[in-house]
Nanobody, 116 residues
Framework: QVQLVESGGGLVQPGGSLRLSCAAS????????MGWYRQAPGKQREMVAN???????NYAVSVKGRFTISRDNAGTTVYLQMNSLRPEDTAVYYC??????????WGQGTQVTVSS
């Protein structure tokens, strides 16, 4: 089993910044991709950003240029630096991990609220 623990959410004013962290632990033999998803009230969960074991990154169009995904040297902690936050970024942000065999894991989610 793999456990994902997110941190760093909170309340921020429009234009502000937050940094989310996701630490993976447990039976981590290898990681194919780690990423961040978000779900706003009444909306479907959507991919925000992900980073593959190769280092390739992908971003949702709505966050490109404002958010940056990165990871530590061990590759078991990923970060999401969120700048120029907008009210529409308000959501619960979930960490996601997929292993090469297809097993998928989710974190418990962290609330991000962008409001004045």
């Amino acid at each position: 089993q793999v456990q994902l623990v997110e941190s760093g959410g909170g309340l921020v004013q429009p234009g502000g910044s937050l940094r989310l962290s996701c630490a993976a632990s447990g039976s981590i033999f290898s990681i194919y991709v780690m990423g961040w998803y978000r779900q706003a009230p009444g909306k479907q969960r959507e991919m925000v950003a992900n980073i593959f074991s190769s280092g390739t990154t992908n971003y949702a169009v709505s966050v490109k240029g404002r958010f940056t995904i990165s990871r530590d040297n061990a590759g078991t902690t990923v970060y999401l630096q969120m700048n120029s936050l907008r009210p529409e970024d308000t959501a619960v942000y979930y960490c996601n991990l997929i292993q090469p065999d297809g097993k998928e894991y989710w974190g418990q989610g962290t609330q991000v609220t962008v409001s004045s």
